[in-house]
């Protein structure tokens, strides 16, 4: 069901408590206003960004190949679909996600990402740290999950 302009916006305002000030200098960049109609479609809503681990070596939480994280709408953690996670895999995780949006606000596919793999934080004991894990981020439909 399509929301009329002046619902989605009363709708918008109320979502982020923005005055009536801060709604019209948001709706004065054509950019914003078109991503603002995307980010809100209820079929990004089933859209999940994973995060699934392909290699590991030396982790001390023990993250290993398979394990992952589901974010709902591409940004929002699923606790109950995702695997224990170490913090220090999260590093690389907001810029995925923006790169996620930022391609279904084009129109383009999320999962046609070209930096699609990412490591922890930890440089691993061949170069003075401790272990490595790497990370391939791709995005499901939830019917797919």
């Known amino acids: 069901m399509e929301m009329d302009q002046e619902g989605f916006w009363k709708m918008f305002q109320e979502h982020w408590g923005y ?3 801060e709604l019209a200098i948001f709706k004065a960049d054509p950019h914003k206003v078109r991503a603002a109609q995307k ?3 209820p ?3 089933k859209k999940y960004l994973v995060i699934e681990v392909v290699d ?4 001390a939480l023990g993250l290993k190949p398979g394990d992952r994280l589901y974010f709902r709408a591409m940004g929002a953690l699923d606790v109950k679909r ?3 996670w170490c913090v220090m895999a999260f ?4 810029a995925v996600a923006s790169m996620c949006h930022d391609r279904w606000m084009e129109g383009l596919d999320p999962s046609g990402m070209i930096y699609n793999r990412f490591s922890c934080a930890d440089c691993g004991v061949s170069s003075g740290g401790w272990g490595r894990v790497t990370m391939q981020a791709y995005v499901k439909d939830e019917s797919e999950l």
Do not use: K, Q
């Not at 590991?56 to 982790?59: N, P, Y």
């Not at 590093?91 to 907001?94: D, I």
């Open 39 to 41: 980010m809100f479609h």
């Open 91 to 94: 590093g690389y995780m907001p």
């Open 43 to 45: 079929d990004l809503e």
């Open 56 to 59: 590991s070596h030396g982790c």
């Open 82 to 84: 995702s695997s224990p």
């Open 19 to 21: 005055t009536d000030e």
